[in-house]
Protein backbone atom coordinates (compact mmCIF):
# COMPACT_ATOMS: atom_id res chain seq x y z
CA UNK A 1 0.00 0.00 0.00
CA UNK A 2 1.20 3.49 -0.68
CA UNK A 3 -0.60 6.44 0.57
CA UNK A 4 -3.50 5.02 2.00
CA UNK A 5 -4.10 3.36 -1.66
CA UNK A 6 -3.35 -0.17 -2.70
CA UNK A 7 -1.49 -1.30 -6.19
CA UNK A 8 -1.69 -4.66 -7.08
CA UNK A 9 0.34 -6.04 -9.91
CA UNK A 10 0.07 -10.04 -11.59
CA UNK A 11 2.48 -10.37 -14.28
CA UNK A 12 3.15 -13.87 -15.81
CA UNK A 13 6.10 -14.22 -18.02
CA UNK A 14 7.32 -17.02 -20.02
CA UNK A 15 11.06 -17.10 -20.34
CA UNK A 16 14.29 -18.44 -22.37
CA UNK A 17 17.84 -17.98 -21.59
CA UNK A 18 16.99 -16.24 -18.38
CA UNK A 19 18.88 -16.99 -15.48
CA UNK A 20 17.90 -14.02 -12.64
CA UNK A 21 15.28 -12.41 -12.36
CA UNK A 22 14.94 -10.08 -9.34
CA UNK A 23 12.12 -7.29 -7.71
CA UNK A 24 13.02 -4.27 -6.13
CA UNK A 25 10.61 -3.15 -3.16
CA UNK A 26 9.83 0.75 -3.78
CA UNK A 27 6.67 0.84 -2.11
CA UNK A 28 6.09 1.72 1.62
CA UNK A 29 4.77 -1.86 2.03
CA UNK A 30 5.72 -4.78 -0.79
CA UNK A 31 4.27 -7.99 -1.27
CA UNK A 32 5.96 -9.64 -3.69
CA UNK A 33 4.91 -13.20 -4.69
CA UNK A 34 7.10 -15.61 -7.32
CA UNK A 35 5.49 -18.76 -8.58
CA UNK A 36 7.42 -21.08 -10.97
CA UNK A 37 7.60 -24.68 -12.58
CA UNK A 38 11.42 -24.51 -12.43
CA UNK A 39 12.71 -27.46 -9.66
CA UNK A 40 15.97 -25.81 -8.60
CA UNK A 41 15.99 -21.75 -7.77
CA UNK A 42 18.66 -20.01 -5.74
CA UNK A 43 17.08 -16.81 -3.68
CA UNK A 44 19.42 -13.87 -3.71
CA UNK A 45 19.31 -10.49 -2.33
CA UNK A 46 19.69 -9.21 1.11
CA UNK A 47 16.26 -10.58 1.74
CA UNK A 48 15.60 -14.16 1.90
CA UNK A 49 11.86 -15.04 1.04
CA UNK A 50 9.22 -15.31 4.39
CA UNK A 51 7.33 -18.54 2.99
CA UNK A 52 8.91 -20.54 0.16
CA UNK A 53 8.14 -24.49 -0.90
CA UNK A 54 10.24 -25.90 -3.52
CA UNK A 55 8.96 -29.21 -5.53
CA UNK A 56 10.38 -31.47 -8.34
CA UNK A 57 7.27 -29.70 -10.41
CA UNK A 58 8.74 -26.10 -9.44
CA UNK A 59 8.80 -23.48 -6.84
CA UNK A 60 6.59 -20.54 -4.79
CA UNK A 61 8.41 -17.92 -2.49
CA UNK A 62 7.11 -14.74 -1.11
CA UNK A 63 8.75 -11.57 0.13
CA UNK A 64 6.87 -8.62 2.82
CA UNK A 65 8.94 -5.90 3.54
CA UNK A 66 8.53 -1.95 4.11
CA UNK A 67 10.25 1.24 3.16
CA UNK A 68 11.50 1.37 7.07
CA UNK A 69 12.86 -1.93 6.68
CA UNK A 70 15.12 -1.08 3.76
CA UNK A 71 15.27 2.61 3.59
CA UNK A 72 14.38 2.75 -0.06
CA UNK A 73 13.31 6.31 0.08
CA UNK A 74 16.70 7.73 0.97
CA UNK A 75 18.44 5.48 -1.61
CA UNK A 76 15.32 5.84 -4.10
CA UNK A 77 16.51 9.50 -3.84
CA UNK A 78 20.66 9.00 -3.71
CA UNK A 79 19.81 7.18 -6.95
CA UNK A 80 18.00 9.60 -8.89
CA UNK A 81 19.83 12.48 -7.74
CA UNK A 82 23.20 11.74 -7.43
CA UNK A 83 23.41 8.64 -9.50
CA UNK A 84 24.25 6.34 -6.73
CA UNK A 85 22.33 3.34 -7.74
CA UNK A 86 24.80 0.55 -5.96
CA UNK A 87 22.76 0.35 -2.95
CA UNK A 88 19.68 0.63 -3.99
CA UNK A 89 20.45 -2.55 -6.24
CA UNK A 90 21.37 -4.33 -3.81
CA UNK A 91 18.20 -3.99 -1.97
CA UNK A 92 16.49 -6.09 -4.46
CA UNK A 93 15.21 -9.75 -3.93
CA UNK A 94 14.87 -12.13 -6.96
CA UNK A 95 15.84 -15.89 -7.67
CA UNK A 96 18.80 -17.22 -9.56
CA UNK A 97 17.56 -20.24 -11.85
CA UNK A 98 20.13 -22.79 -11.52
CA UNK A 99 21.03 -26.14 -13.27
CA UNK A 100 22.96 -28.13 -11.28
CA UNK A 101 23.23 -30.48 -14.01
CA UNK A 102 24.69 -28.08 -16.36
CA UNK A 103 27.96 -28.43 -18.59
CA UNK A 104 30.05 -26.61 -16.40
CA UNK A 105 29.42 -28.09 -13.26
CA UNK A 106 29.45 -31.37 -14.28
CA UNK A 107 33.19 -29.96 -15.40
CA UNK A 108 33.69 -29.15 -12.22
CA UNK A 109 33.03 -32.14 -10.19
CA UNK A 110 35.06 -34.03 -12.88
CA UNK A 111 37.98 -32.05 -12.63
CA UNK A 112 37.20 -32.68 -8.53
CA UNK A 113 37.38 -36.46 -9.01
CA UNK A 114 40.29 -36.46 -11.34
CA UNK A 115 42.89 -36.88 -8.76
CA UNK A 116 41.05 -39.25 -7.36
CA UNK A 117 40.52 -41.31 -10.73
CA UNK A 118 44.43 -40.96 -11.22
CA UNK A 119 45.01 -42.61 -7.89
CA UNK A 120 42.68 -45.16 -8.26
CA UNK A 121 44.73 -46.22 -11.81
CA UNK A 122 48.01 -46.16 -9.45
CA UNK A 123 46.65 -48.23 -6.91
CA UNK A 124 45.93 -50.40 -9.73
CA UNK A 125 49.08 -50.93 -11.37
CA UNK A 126 50.54 -51.03 -8.18
CA UNK A 127 48.93 -54.12 -6.66
CA UNK A 128 49.51 -55.89 -10.49
CA UNK A 129 52.69 -54.94 -9.84
CA UNK A 130 52.94 -56.96 -6.15
CA UNK A 131 50.98 -59.59 -7.16
CA UNK A 132 52.36 -60.56 -10.13
CA UNK A 133 55.40 -60.41 -9.59
CA UNK A 134 56.50 -57.48 -11.43
CA UNK A 135 58.72 -54.61 -12.56
CA UNK A 136 56.91 -51.07 -13.54
CA UNK A 137 59.49 -48.03 -13.94
CA UNK A 138 58.89 -44.46 -12.40
CA UNK A 139 58.90 -43.15 -16.08
CA UNK A 140 56.35 -45.61 -16.92
CA UNK A 141 54.08 -44.67 -13.83
CA UNK A 142 54.69 -41.27 -14.71
CA UNK A 143 53.25 -41.55 -18.62
CA UNK A 144 50.44 -43.66 -17.11
CA UNK A 145 49.08 -40.61 -15.12
CA UNK A 146 49.78 -38.40 -17.86
CA UNK A 147 47.48 -40.74 -20.31
CA UNK A 148 45.20 -40.86 -17.30
CA UNK A 149 44.83 -37.04 -16.76
CA UNK A 150 44.91 -36.30 -20.28
CA UNK A 151 40.99 -37.49 -20.50
CA UNK A 152 40.05 -34.43 -18.60
CA UNK A 153 41.27 -32.18 -21.16
CA UNK A 154 40.28 -34.13 -23.47
CA UNK A 155 36.64 -34.38 -22.62
CA UNK A 156 36.84 -30.51 -21.66
CA UNK A 157 37.35 -29.20 -25.48
CA UNK A 158 35.07 -32.06 -27.11
CA UNK A 159 32.23 -31.35 -24.87
CA UNK A 160 32.48 -27.70 -26.07
CA UNK A 161 31.40 -29.00 -29.51
CA UNK A 162 29.90 -32.30 -29.13
CA UNK A 163 27.93 -32.03 -26.26
CA UNK A 164 28.90 -33.56 -22.52
CA UNK A 165 27.70 -37.27 -22.80
CA UNK A 166 29.08 -37.76 -26.76
CA UNK A 167 32.29 -35.97 -25.31
CA UNK A 168 32.61 -38.30 -22.33
CA UNK A 169 32.06 -41.26 -24.51
CA UNK A 170 35.01 -40.06 -27.11
CA UNK A 171 37.45 -38.74 -24.08
CA UNK A 172 36.58 -42.35 -21.68
CA UNK A 173 37.39 -44.95 -24.97
CA UNK A 174 40.34 -42.92 -26.57
CA UNK A 175 41.81 -43.32 -23.31
CA UNK A 176 40.98 -46.73 -22.33
CA UNK A 177 42.33 -48.00 -25.75
CA UNK A 178 45.98 -46.13 -24.89
CA UNK A 179 45.84 -47.61 -21.76
CA UNK A 180 45.11 -50.80 -22.30
CA UNK A 181 47.49 -50.83 -25.25
CA UNK A 182 49.86 -49.65 -22.87
CA UNK A 183 49.16 -51.58 -20.25
CA UNK A 184 49.46 -54.97 -21.90
CA UNK A 185 53.27 -54.46 -22.71
CA UNK A 186 53.36 -53.58 -18.83
CA UNK A 187 51.49 -56.56 -17.66
CA UNK A 188 52.52 -59.01 -19.86
CA UNK A 189 49.40 -61.14 -20.23
CA UNK A 190 45.96 -60.16 -22.20
CA UNK A 191 44.25 -61.93 -18.53
CA UNK A 192 45.86 -59.04 -16.65
CA UNK A 193 45.16 -56.42 -19.06
CA UNK A 194 41.80 -56.91 -19.76
CA UNK A 195 41.13 -57.47 -15.58
CA UNK A 196 42.97 -53.59 -15.79
CA UNK A 197 40.84 -52.52 -18.27
CA UNK A 198 37.91 -53.95 -16.96
CA UNK A 199 38.39 -51.99 -13.74
CA UNK A 200 38.82 -48.79 -15.59
CA UNK A 201 35.98 -49.46 -17.55
CA UNK A 202 33.91 -49.63 -14.60
CA UNK A 203 35.74 -46.35 -13.08
CA UNK A 204 34.92 -44.42 -16.37
CA UNK A 205 31.04 -45.54 -15.89
CA UNK A 206 30.67 -44.67 -12.05
CA UNK A 207 32.56 -41.41 -12.86
CA UNK A 208 29.94 -40.62 -15.47
CA UNK A 209 27.10 -41.90 -12.86
CA UNK A 210 28.27 -39.61 -10.56
CA UNK A 211 28.63 -36.78 -13.05
CA UNK A 212 24.46 -36.95 -13.92
CA UNK A 213 23.35 -36.87 -10.22
CA UNK A 214 22.27 -34.14 -8.50
CA UNK A 215 21.84 -34.65 -4.48
CA UNK A 216 23.47 -38.14 -4.43
CA UNK A 217 26.83 -37.28 -5.84
CA UNK A 218 28.85 -37.07 -2.79
CA UNK A 219 27.26 -40.10 -1.09
CA UNK A 220 27.96 -42.09 -4.26
CA UNK A 221 31.56 -40.85 -4.45
CA UNK A 222 32.12 -42.04 -1.10
CA UNK A 223 30.55 -45.23 -1.33
CA UNK A 224 32.85 -45.43 -4.39
CA UNK A 225 35.68 -45.07 -2.23
CA UNK A 226 34.80 -46.98 0.53
CA UNK A 227 34.24 -49.85 -1.39
CA UNK A 228 37.79 -49.60 -3.10
CA UNK A 229 39.25 -49.02 -0.16
CA UNK A 230 37.86 -52.64 1.10
CA UNK A 231 38.75 -54.21 -1.90
CA UNK A 232 42.19 -53.11 -1.48
CA UNK A 233 42.60 -54.13 1.89
CA UNK A 234 41.29 -57.54 1.31
CA UNK A 235 43.46 -58.15 -1.46
CA UNK A 236 46.79 -57.00 0.08
CA UNK A 237 46.21 -57.87 3.52
CA UNK A 238 48.03 -61.00 3.27
CA UNK A 239 50.82 -59.87 1.74
CA UNK A 240 54.39 -59.57 3.74
CA UNK A 241 55.16 -56.03 2.63
CA UNK A 242 59.00 -56.33 4.18
CA UNK A 243 59.72 -59.54 2.34
CA UNK A 244 58.30 -57.64 -0.79
CA UNK A 245 60.11 -54.69 -0.25
CA UNK A 246 63.10 -56.35 0.04
CA UNK A 247 63.21 -58.46 -2.72
CA UNK A 248 62.26 -55.29 -5.22
CA UNK A 249 65.36 -53.58 -3.84
CA UNK A 250 67.62 -56.86 -4.82
CA UNK A 251 66.15 -57.45 -7.79
CA UNK A 252 67.59 -55.60 -10.71
CA UNK A 253 66.31 -52.35 -12.75
CA UNK A 254 64.22 -52.70 -15.51
CA UNK A 255 63.52 -49.96 -17.41
Same mark, same amino acid.
Given at each position: ?37 ? %?? %? ?6 ? %????? @? ?23 ? =?????? =?? $?????? /? ?5 ? %? ?24 ? @? ?8 ? @? ?24 ? /??? $?????? $? +? ?24 ? #? ?17 ? +? ?24 ? #? ?9 ? /??
Amino acid at each position: THDGGEALANIELSLIGTELLRNLPTAEQTTVNFKSNW %PN %PQFTGTQL %PDTRE @ITASGFTASWQSTALATNITALWKA =CSSNNQ =CS $AIQDES /VGVTMID %PTNFYTKMTRALKYGFLFMAITFVAF @ILFEVLCDLR @IHPVQYTLLGVASGIFFLLLLSLAEH /VGF $AMAYGL $A +AGACLILLTIYAHALLKKWKRTTSFS #AVLATLYCVLFTILQQEDA +ALLTGSLLIFGLLTVTMMITRNIDWY #AWQEKFSKAPD /VA
